[in-house]
């Protein structure tokens, strides 16, 4: 009995339980159902209001704006969007400036301004009356900085006149005509870019006007301004075909015409010194040896040339020095030059001045003159020279001993004392009134020695070698010994014999 009513109470206990864990889950179920449903109502009800307003705006657009005006546009009884058609159009960029050949879109100025208006008027209400004006300030600093960069492209400095030629034959020189330049007038064009735009009239062509800019040097001017900035004279030999060689070379470049910023060439002047252009052979070394080459000499053209660029006041772009000091020039101041029709060591320069300059050449008997025509590249009363010194002497070389039977037996003469090889820098030298005013490094040259030449006779004439075998043979009694003391005779002299007494 007992048992069966403890199993009582726990079935009861049990179904509380139970019950209660039902209760709870329905009243946890109605919370969430709740709660979800007061977050749609929510959504709802924001997504209506979005509604409402997007509406409202979309009625507001679509109204007719009451008093609406950007400069001389009047936009009244224009819808928004209506306002925006019509500001595209009438407003459209296309403002030219030409200069009769070349036409140039200006930057667009407007666009920007325009954006930030149709915004105040699509946001401001319809019946609030509007008034808008362009930003002329800031369009007039637009304008300004594109007539800047018009005029780097459009201005024009003046042409001035200068040699064009130079005929050997008559010695006449032409001159080109000079040209005016322009600048532009970049005031007159912005207050013509700014007065279109007061007029909104953004597809106007505004023509450029330019003045004048007269050239630094007329055609009369030059003929009196050029003369002769740079000349030196060298004395040639009497040797016929060096001569002619240097006359050929002289009458390459006579006459040529170099132009601002253009690079002389000797050898391009001249070309190959060949036979066939009438080139001669004479003296001219040849990897330190002396030999007989056709255009022989004109080293000393080259040379010649050289102290004049430096004296006009150009720089070399290229100058060589010989492997044996050249005796028309001081040493350190030659310029030798080679070519084999494709390269070799050249004579060089620049054209640095602001006109072109004509070469003058001439060799009248041994006189070489070469000078340079040309408008003063120097300050007035400045000139220049070279200065060279030695550095250095080389170690002399073996004396060279030649033999020669017409000297007297056992004697030497110096036929040639021979030269010191050595080191030499040159310097450019620039005076005025007589005074260093500057002086600076311009190349160093090394040469060559040469070895003292001396003649001497080892070796008995043969008629001296006669007479002493008959005298000899006369104070002897026994003819065989008279035979011994001629052989004897004959091989006087150390290694010679009478084969080789000439």
Not at 312 to 339: C, I, L, W
Not at 374 to 402: A, H, M, Q, W
Not at 459 to 488: F, I, M, Y
């Amino acid at each position: 009995m007992d048992k069966n009513r403890a199993r009582r109470i726990r079935e009861r206990r049990n179904r509380k339980i139970v019950y209660g864990l039902l209760l709870l889950a329905a009243l946890l179920t109605v919370g969430i159902l709740y709660s979800l449903a007061r977050s749609i109502r929510s959504k709802d009800s924001d997504s209506s209001q979005l509604v409402t307003d997007s509406k409202d705006r979309e009625t507001a657009s679509e109204k007719a704006l009451v008093s609406a005006r950007i400069g001389q546009t009047n936009l009244s009884g224009l819808t928004v969007k209506e306002a925006k058609d019509t500001m595209e159009e009438r407003y459209q960029w296309g403002m030219t400036v030409t200069d009769g050949t070349d036409s140039v879109v200006i930057d667009d100025s407007i666009s920007g301004q325009l954006e930030k208006i149709l915004k105040q008027l699509s946001e401001a209400p319809p019946d609030q009356p509007q008034d808008y004006q362009l930003d002329y300030d800031s369009m007039k600093e637009a304008f300004k900085k594109q007539a800047e960069t018009l005029a780097k492209r459009w201005n024009k400095d003046g042409v001035n006149s200068e040699v064009e030629s130079f005929d050997p034959k008559t010695g006449a020189y032409s001159y080109t005509k000079e040209q005016n330049g322009r600048v532009l007038d970049q005031e007159k064009l912005v207050t013509q870019l700014l007065a279109a735009a007061k007029e909104e009239n953004f597809q106007a062509e505004i023509p450029a006007e330019f003045t004048l800019k007269a050239p630094e040097r007329t055609q009369v001017q030059a003929k009196e301004q050029y003369k002769v900035i740079g000349t030196f004279t060298t004395k040639t030999t009497t040797n016929k075909n060096r001569n002619q060689n240097i006359s050929l070379a002289v009458g390459a470049i006579n006459g040529l015409v170099l132009k601002p910023g253009e690079e002389f060439s000797f050898n391009n002047a001249t070309g190959n010194r060949t036979s066939e252009k009438g080139y001669q052979p004479a003296g001219a070394y040849r990897n330190g040896v002396l030999i007989e080459e056709p255009g022989g000499g004109v080293c000393q053209v080259s040379t010649t040339l050289y102290h004049a660029i430096i004296e006009s006041g150009f720089k070399t772009t290229e100058r060589n020095s010989h492997s044996f000091a050249p005796s028309y020039v001081e040493k350190g101041q030659d310029a030798m030059v080679s070519f084999d029709g494709y390269a070799g060591p050249d004579l060089k320069f620049v054209n640095t001045g602001n006109a072109s300059v004509v070469l003058r050449a001439s060799l009248e008997g041994t006189t070489l003159k070469i000078s340079i025509v040309g408008i003063p590249v120097l300050e007035d009363g400045v000139k220049v020279t070279i200065r060279s010194e030695k550095v250095k002497d080389l170690n002399p070389l073996p004396v060279t001993y030649e033999e020669n039977t017409a000297l007297p037996f056992g004697t030497e003469k110096v036929v040639d004392k021979g030269t010191l090889g050595g080191y030499y820098k040159s310097y450019r030298v620039l005076t005025k009134g007589g005074t260093v005013i500057k002086e600076e490094p311009l190349h160093n040259s090394s040469y060559k020695g040469k070895p003292e030449v001396i003649q001497r006779n080892t070796t008995l004439k043969p008629e001296e070698t006669v007479q002493e075998t008959h005298t000899e043979a006369e104070s002897s009694l026994a003819p065989a010994e008279d035979q011994s003391e001629t052989h004897e005779a004959e091989n006087v002299g150390p290694g010679v014999t009478g084969a080789n007494v000439q």
